[in-house]
Structure formats: structure tokens, C-alpha cells
């Protein structure tokens, strides 16, 4: 058996930034301002102000990124979201994108 020791750039190549991906909310007619503004604040942790801003940009716009994050946790982000938003009978809709 033989033993090659790796060169430093062939580990070096082994460390990669994670990826991270959007979360990004979708806008349609139903969702009430408030339940939005909730989302944002106990999910994303934005201040009063902050979710302001991004619900009425989301509202004007169509969509709006609400926080970037690893795969694994955008994932969950984007199912608690929906989750709660169909829980409440809501359309709200939020998605995940690569950055
Ligand atoms: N457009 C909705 C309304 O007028 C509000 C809204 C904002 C809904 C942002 C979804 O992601 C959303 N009640």
C-alpha cells in the first residue's frame, strides 16, 4: 500500500464557502399587512421597522428577499412559512433561491 500525502492546494480546493440561498417572499391579494409583518419579525428577525419596509416593498414589488441563509436553514424558513401560512388558510408564499 502507498501513501500519497496531499498537497496543500489539493486541500485547499477541499474547503468550500457554503452556498447561500434568498428567501424570498411572494406577494398576493389575500395575505392580511399584519400576518406578514408577524412572519417577518418572529421568523426573520426583523425590527417593526425592518418588516415594515420589506412587507410594503414585497407588496409594491411582487417579491422581496427576506433573509439569506445556508441551504438547510432556508429550507426550514421557506416550510414554517408556508406551513403557518396554510394553517391560517392564507396564500402567502415564500421560495428559495441560490444567490
Ligand atoms: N398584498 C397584500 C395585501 O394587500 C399584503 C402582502 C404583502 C401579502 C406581502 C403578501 O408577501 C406579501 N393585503
Not at 9 to 29: A, F, G, R, S
Not at 31 to 42: K, Y
Not at 60 to 68: D, E
Not at 69 to 81: D, G, L, P, S
Amino acid at each position: 500500500m502507498s501513501y500519497s500525502p496531499q498537497s496543500d492546494t489539493e486541500i485547499l480546493h477541499k474547503v468550500e464557502v457554503p452556498k447561500k440561498y434568498k428567501v424570498i417572499l411572494l406577494n398576493d391579494d389575500f395575505t392580511p399587512m399584519d400576518f406578514v409583518l408577524f412572519v417577518l419579525e418572529s421568523f426573520f428577525q426583523k425590527s417593526p421597522e425592518e418588516a415594515q419596509h420589506i412587507m410594503m416593498n414585497v407588496h409594491t414589488q411582487g417579491s422581496g428577499v427576506a433573509g439569506v441563509y445556508t441551504f438547510e436553514i432556508a429550507e426550514m424558513k421557506v416550510h414554517q412559512v408556508n406551513q403557518l401560512s396554510q394553517k391560517n388558510q392564507y396564500p402567502l408564499k415564500t421560495i428559495m433561491e441560490a444567490e
